[in-house]
């Protein structure tokens, strides 16, 4: 819907954007490629040599290969489904009227501007730890064994963590959507005799859709990549129920210093993600349209 | 001076052809309202003189000059847009002022012209607000006052009134046509309501579907509609078009008569019919009548008339106004 | 155009810092106490040599490994001096990315450093990291528990003994654990623990050709006996506990025994932050007669990388941080309980620091009963104590912990767990070239 | 319209708020009460009380210089934030005003490029930085941070300029503006409200970005990030000190937070362009 002029501008004016992550994109992930297909561990760098497939092979045979995948997928579903329910249902709260509305809000929001490796920390040592976290300390006052957390439900303890770190940003985006829903809708709707769970299905839920997909998008693409809360909680046990493939390729990269092999996973990761980015742009890319 | 010259031009976007090679000569001065039903070509058409689309042929010319690939910017021509467009974020002053500052002029006379305008269009106690805290009809003032400050060759007008009230509608349409013989420049207006089409225009161009049917004053096309697109679509009521025997009996594939040329009786006439709805205006009542195997008729009658639902009545056609159309839906 | 100027006034601006300040050294350390102190002294270091800067780098341990090993790897000539530890210095000598140290001065007295620590950082006779402090593991215990259990420990328990103790002192509804012992992952952490433990039941990681050994039934025996009294003993959560989570457990008065390192010593004794800090004994860790204890050996200790610009000026810093003046120093600031332990013989020798450190003794014995270059029953062709010194180990040891941390929470079975640590280190010995 | 809100509804409501928003933020109010406490309290099992001791923050400032840190976090991420959107603002722009058939494609392929695990391509990068003299310097973790937050850059600038009716840049043309003076004039303060928040947000990624802001540095471009990593989980007891320090480091961003939480939603729900 432009002429040619601005058409052109356009193409110039993306130029930077483009060529920079480009360049960003490409220079890594070429040398990544190249080192893939290399036999180099950083702390023998004398023994550097061809590998072919093997580091591949290596990295899709580890025992902790396929389940690792899973947990990925189970870590980002997981939390995605805790903060886009949890996010409408405190976003609808958040739009009630009530006193310190203002207060509220940055209370719900504050999680976001934690550090992931110190809201981590804080949650196993003063939270969720069964000697001396709240849980426990509550648990006990009311005269119950104190769960441990990390040790019987260790990949569920992790998406707790990050859903309370990712609750906000769902919050956030969902309620300023609902805030732009029309209230002359709303009535008109009440006027149609639609209660309200069914004002909520047809008129609400339509209505932030498209939010819902920013939200998805966005912490799909940061969950693929967690593993500092990992690394702080459980480092990746107890056997490999919490292991990701984030964590799986830093154990290999930073504890292993296995960079031919840490570049394999790498490779290997950006696959993967590049498939569910596929099929989540197939499943929610058309309300991006609207 | 204001003499725009369309040759040859046409539109496509990829393989659907929006405006077929199409020629068109409007003259310095005149307001030209291009009219037709929604989805016809017509804002395309004004977007092409206007520079915002890019013609896929032809040429567009403005006093002679090529301007087919020129910016908008350049083609020293200004644009009210159906949602206004103003700026949210600028005073109705600043938002008149803005074309001035693009074109660098001085502070001074910007000034001046920004205040005159604002006079002219009854805005000078508004200057200081937003768009935001203005009426509709105001914000159609800014909107025009933006584009007469420039003193632009040609105005473009995208269906500015769509938005307004009945109403306003009437007081901004009076408000045009009085701006337009104070400017004397050239005027083109889009518009789907013929009712603005006819009161307004010194020549319309009828659009369908990219196609060009008709050019001419509006009491051309009252008059003597070329075809039977035309002739449906000018006048208010419609025309009626009436096929089958009657036209053959006149000649014609279809014969059209507007409800203004049926003389009606409840005595005797060429067609007998039954009364459907009256619509009763005071001065004028349109009856809607149901007229055997002519079909239904709207007649144009006196206000006093005092027919009722049910009732039987005779029409008589006036026997020189009536339309006579081919089968190709040519006039004959 | 502006990036490009401000980047070009950037690396002038830094190029003249340079030249003011020729002797800025950069030191990376890990963020434990005795370093932080050492942090807060450096007035009187800067005071010896006016000429020398110093800017410091204080990391958590697993960052500051990461950290320092991209670094030297890469040649990236961050540092001039990093905090390293015993299960690095072999094997960054043996790539030579340290430089020996052989300029420490002639009062540093280099043969005052205990032969078990000074052993774990030197190859072919040189020294190439010099220890800060050094530490093993022993028993800590409450005196007034056991009394209660009727039993007394002996200065060198064995295992069974501690297994008795350990399940005589438990009151779950007291909230107390008999014994609380490392769980969480890591090949720093419940690694560090169990394979010192295994050694002291005959245990290896590998046999003399590379052969990982999980196969074989001491092994068996080390985990069944460990998994089995951490159930009936050890407090809950126990596999994600740490040192510091148990730290913070026997503190507050909920366990009857731990073992681990010996400068927890000085934390559980320190009233301050201690509820039982009047109750605590000590001994060495337990055995099952075979020769070896289950204890460990580690030294933080400064290394200078190869690369550096400032060779003289870090061997100098190094010199003042580890030499016997600098036990002085916070002996005279803050008190002979602070000075950082385990390094040099002559402190432990000293009658003030006895005096002030109730655990000097058996620290120092706990030190010298673990020999890194022969730390099982059965030899083995690998360096290090609860570590074994190949570049393949962290990641290999961080797998295997997950493995055994999942037999801890009950989550796969003893065999299970050692039968995926077998594999998974074929599996990586294989591919590293150490099995043909 | 607003209908009269009855005030018991309104109570109930504000009670279900504030315990839920009170839950949520508990954990960041222990922290900040542990920051208050003595070692030996803050393992001490659950209480609200602290005896309000400033030890810990006596002890984090003895131990680090806290401003110095605190400066190069603020350089990095708001200098950071400022260039990516020096770019971003063109590439959104043009994306949203001139869209061809690629675009949605382009747009999924610049978040593509977050996918690649940091952690895989450490060394390359790290090789990367050294041979450009990059290493601890601000302006190579600027530029960094930039990179990796310039997709979500464009993103969130892309949906909000699509809702600015295109009338508007048309009529802005139609005025003899340029392209320059379309954006500046026209788009930018348009989309202020958006931009703040894109900003905003960018602030907060780019100062709670952990992993690079840690390997990239030594000493003259360390952030807060490494600074918390100096309090974390040394052997002994730390609560109250990485509480402290933890505190200092969410202070400044939590403050600016709540002051721009207006602008925040308001720029998100972009109701302000008719």
Known sequence: MATRQTSTLARFMMAPSVILLFIWMIVPLAMTLWFSFQNYNLLNPANVSFAGLFNYKFFYTDPAFFQSIWNTLVLVVGVLLITVIGGIALALLLDQPMFGQGIVRILVISPFFVMPPVAALVWKNMIMHPGYGVFADFAKFFGAQPVDWFAQFPLFSIIIIVAWQWLPFATLILLTALQSLDGEQKEAAEMDGAGIVSRFIYLTIPHISRAVTVVILIQTIFLLGVYAEILVTTNGGPGYASTNLPFLIYRTALLGYDVGGASAGGIIAVILANIVAFFLMRAVGKNLDK | ?332 | ?436 | MARAVSTRRKIGFTVAAWVVALLIFFPILYTIITSFKSETEAIAGFSLVPSGTLESYAEVQAQSNYFKFFLNSVIIAVGSTILALVVAVPAAWSMAFSPTKRTKDILMWMLSTKMMPAVAVLVPIYLIFRDTYLLDTRIGLTVMLMLINLPIVVWMLYTYFREIPGEILEAARMDGATLWGEIVYVLTPMAVPGIASTMLLNIILAWNEAFWTIRLTTTNAAPLTAFIASFSSPQGLFWAKLSAASTLAIAPILIMGWFSQRQLVRGLTFGAVK
């Open chain 2, 1 to 332: 001076m204001g003499n725009i010259t369309l040759n040859k031009v046409s539109k496509s976007f990829g393989t659907t052809t929006i405006i077929p090679e199409l020629d068109l000569e409007i003259e310095d001065g005149e307001f030209v309202v291009f009219v037709g039903p929604s989805g016809c070509g017509k804002s395309t058409l004004l977007r092409l003189i206007a520079g915002l689309e890019d013609t896929s042929a032809g040429k567009i010319s403005i006093d002679g000059r090529d301007v087919t690939g020129e910016a908008p910017a350049k083609r020293r021509l200004a644009m009210v847009f159906q949602s206004y467009a103003l700026y949210p974020h600028m005073t109705v002053y600043k938002n008149i002022a803005f074309p001035l500052k693009m074109a660098g002029e001085d502070a001074a006379v910007i000034d001046k012209k920004v205040k005159d305008a604002a006079r002219v269009l009854n805005l000078t106690n508004y200057l200081e607000r937003r768009p935001g805290q203005l009426s509709g009809g105001q914000r159609q003032r800014v909107a025009i006052g933006r584009a007469i400050v420039r003193q632009p060759s040609a105005f473009l007008f995208d269906e500015p009134l769509s938005n307004l009230d009945a109403a306003l509608r009437g007081t901004m349409r009076l408000e045009i046509s009085e701006l337009h013989h104070q400017l004397k420049t050239t005027m083109i207006y889009v518009t789907h309501d013929q009712v603005e089409a006819m009161t307004m225009a010194d020549k319309i161009v009828v659009l369908n579907a990219g196609n060009i049917e008709q050019v001419g004053s509006p009491m051309e096309l009252y008059k003597t509609p070329k075809n039977l697109f035309v002739a449906g679509f000018i006048g208010s009521p419609r025309m009626n078009l009436i096929n089958g025997a009657a036209a053959a009996r006149h000649g014609a594939t279809t014969i059209g008569v507007r409800p203004e040329h049926l003389g009606i009786s409840t005595t005797a006439g060429e067609w007998k019919a039954t009364v459907g709805v009256a619509e009763h205006l005071g001065s004028d009542t349109f009856l809607h009548v149901q007229a055997g195997d002519v079909g239904t008729l709207t007649v144009r009658a006196d206000g006093e008339l005092g027919v009722r639902h049910g009732e039987t009545v005779y029409l008589t056609p006036s026997p020189n106004k009536i339309h006579r159309f081919g089968a190709d839906g040519r006039a004959m």
């Open chain 3, 1 to 436: 155009m502006k990036l490009n100027t401000l980047f070009l006034g950037l690396c002038g601006a830094s190029a003249l810092a340079f030249a003011a300040h020729a002797e800025t050294i950069t030191i990376a350390t890990v963020n434990n106490g005795d370093m932080v102190r050492m942090q807060k002294l450096t007035d009187d270091f800067t005071a010896k040599n006016p000429d020398i800067q110093l800017e410091w780098v204080t990391l958590e341990e697993n960052v500051l490994r990461e950290r320092v090993t991209t670094d030297i790897a890469t040649k990236g000539g961050q540092y001039d001096v990093m905090t390293i530890g015993t299960y690095e210095v072999p094997i960054w000598a043996k790539q030579q990315w340290l430089l020996p140290l052989d300029g420490l001065g002639a009062d540093y007295d280099a043969a005052d450093i205990i032969p078990a620590i000074a052993g774990g950082l030197s190859a072919d006779g040189k020294l190439y990291a010099a220890p800060f402090y050094g530490e093993s593991s022993f028993v800590m215990y409450r005196k007034d528990l056991m009394e209660k259990a009727g039993l007394t420990m002996p200065d060198a328990p064995t295992w069974e003994f501690i297994a008795d103790a350990a399940r005589k002192m438990t009151d779950r509804a007291a909230d107390i654990n008999g014994i609380c012992l490392r769980g969480k992952a890591g090949w720093g952490e419940n690694m560090a623990f169990l394979t010192a433990m295994s050694n002291s039941f005959g245990a290896r990681w590998f046999d003399e050709k590379w052969q990982p050994q999980f196969d074989q039934p001491e092994w068996k025996n080390t985990l069944q006996f460990y998994v089995d009294l951490m159930k009936e003993a050890g407090p809950s959560g126990a596999s994600s506990n740490g040192f510091n989570e148990n730290l913070a457990l026997f503190q507050q008065g909920k366990c009857g025994m731990w073992i681990d390192a010996t400068v927890a010593a000085s934390f559980v004794s320190n009233p301050k932050d201690s509820t039982v800090a009047d109750k605590v004994g000590y001994a060495l860790a337990p055995d099952t007669g075979l020769g070896k204890r289950g204890n460990w050996l580690w030294a933080w200790s400064l290394g200078i990388p190869a690369g550096t610009q400032k060779a003289e000026a870090a061997q100098k810093f190094v010199s003042w941080a580890t030499g016997k003046g600098y036990l002085d120093l916070v002996a005279s600031k803050e008190g002979w309980a602070n000075v950082p332990p385990g390094t040099r013989t002559s402190l432990y020798n000293n009658p003030e620091y006895q005096k002030a450190a109730p655990f000097a003794k058996m620290t120092l014995d706990s030190i010298n009963s673990a020999d890194p270059t022969k730390p099982t029953v059965k030899p083995v062709p690998y360096v290090g104590v609860q570590f074994v010194a190949i570049p393949e180990f962290q990641g290999l040891g961080t797998t295997v912990g997950q493995l055994f941390s999942a037999a801890l929470a009950g989550q796969s079975s003893v065999d299970d767990a050692l039968a995926g640590a077998q594999t998974a280190s074929v599996r990586e010995m294989t591919r590293a070239g150490y099995i043909k």
